[in-house]
């Protein structure tokens, strides 16, 4: 089956207006925006928001993130007008899509940052368009605030397993990138997928698969910071002569709350609706 491609004609009426485009293209270019976005209604609020603080460097990261939740994830369903944006649309962007995206740091301020953003565009968002999403914000907000800062400190902590030195000036990813294709050779059986923290002790944890519903009892991982029904995406491997497997390699966390929003196509490929998490923003 050949893949389909949309075509959408944009009528220009004028050089005013044509140059009006170049230049919201080129807002819109500085956090990544797709082009299409320019020419919807979200696209034409986010350019807005962008230029009132140009140099905001944690205003362009949320609106990195958003933009990609808007022409990336719910493309084929968007709501026509915010006025439109059910409650579900700002939970599965909370719980489901900014995990996806959450970054690494020595500080761990990611979630922070993003719900900060977020409340600040949406309290904007209200003013300028007679909505009255805050509250319902605000109070998912606050609910995942816990869940995705444990999910945040543990995605931070399995980086450092795998690259010790990722925060320092002298880091050597080339060596790190070696040690890790050794560690997956010396492999004997591996498993690539995306796994629910079901059974949580003090030296091992029990990893089941999302869609299979295989158990692996893991050794080596900080179980400290796990709490149950979280989800990891990455990689299982187990040594030649141990009973028990290894956690080799990660590509996301995210929270019990969030499941709900995630469904998984073959082979064994999670989606967020129509955005595949194995094409993540990378977290360095």
Known sequence: MKPQVRV???????????????????????????????????????????REKPSDQERNEFLRIFSKFMTDCIEDNCPSSWKHCQPSFWEELILTFYPHTMTISPDEKSTENFLGQLLTFVRWL?????????????????????????????????????????????????????????????????RSDLFEVTSIEDDSIVLTTFNSKKSYRVDGMPSELMIPSMLLMGMLGKHHRSQHWSWILTEGVYPPSGKRFITLMPPNVPIIKNVCLMDPISPL
Not at 11 to 40: C, N, W
Not at 150 to 177: K, M, S, V
């Open 8 to 50: 959408k004609t944009i009528p220009i009426k004028d050089e005013k207006e044509r140059q009006q485009i170049f230049m919201d293209l080129a807002t819109s270019s500085e956090f990544d925006m797709r082009h299409r976005g320019v020419f919807e209604y979200y696209g034409k609020d986010l350019i807005t928001y962008k």
């Open 126 to 190: 209200d003013k300028k368009n007679g909505t009255s999403h805050y509250p319902i914000v605000e109070n998912y907000a606050l609910n995942a605030e816990s869940e995705l800062k444990t999910c945040e400190r543990l995605l931070n902590t399995l980086f450092l397993i795998h690259y010790p030195r990722i925060f320092h000036d002298d880091w050597d990813f080339e060596a790190d990138h070696e040690r890790m294709m050794q560690n997956l050779d010396e492999c004997v059986d591996k």
